[in-house]
């Protein structure tokens, strides 16, 4: 009887120390340079997108996080109806998705938000924050170190970017389809 409690206070530790760990994702420090802009919360169904429309300048952070079931993002500034087959950046993982919208995107920036089709309904919350450590000016040469000054030199995308992108949507894709397996077996 006593290895039996002895096991069941382990439990209770180990659950207790999982329960903090989670406490911890939860209360997320955030850089003092972040200015919260919106917060905006929602849901959309399975296979739906929800749109959005970014107009503000600089360089912003949108921070989602999926209340129930699994929303992921993804963002243009060449469509504001971005979805998975047309997006510049985007996030789709099955807890906190955040993107970095450059200083550089033209505006109006679209973000689709979509309702992954593993759960019947997708409910969100996203914070939207500037990121005020990034210079605003684009012309204004003094914000940016020159090529000389930092050593380093600029390089181009190589096709094997592209053949990553293209990797990481196949296992979107494939972890979606196994999510459903699961759950109609389980």
């Known amino acids: 009887m006593a290895l039996g409690s002895c096991g069941l206070l382990a439990v209770a530790c180990l659950l207790s120390l999982a329960g903090g760990f989670l406490s911890l994702e939860e209360e997320e420090v955030l850089p003092d340079e972040w200015v919260l802009l919106h917060v905006v919360q929602g849901h959309v169904g399975a296979g739906n997108y929800s749109y959005l429309r970014l107009n503000h300048d600089g360089r912003i952070v949108l ?30 993982t099955c807890g906190q998705d955040v993107v970095v919208v450059p200083v550089d995107f033209e505006r109006p920036v679209g973000i689709g938000i979509y ?8 409910e969100f919350d996203m914070r939207v924050f500037h990121d005020q450590t990034a210079p605003q000016d684009l012309f204004d040469k003094s914000s940016y170190p020159s090529q000389e000054a930092s050593g380093k030199e600029s390089y181009s995308t190589a096709p094997e970017d592209d053949f990553q992108e293209e990797e990481s949507i196949f296992w ?14 389980f």
Not at 63 to 76: C, E, N
Not at 172 to 185: H, N, S
């Open 63 to 92: 921070h989602m996080r999926s209340l129930k079931g699994d929303a992921d993002l993804y963002v243009s500034d060449q469509t504001l109806r971005p979805n998975f087959e047309n997006y510049k950046l985007q996030s789709a």
């Open 115 to 122: 309702g992954h089709p593993s759960h019947r309904e997708s």
């Open 172 to 185: 979107t894709i494939l972890i979606g389809i196994l999510k459903i397996v699961l759950e109609i077996l």
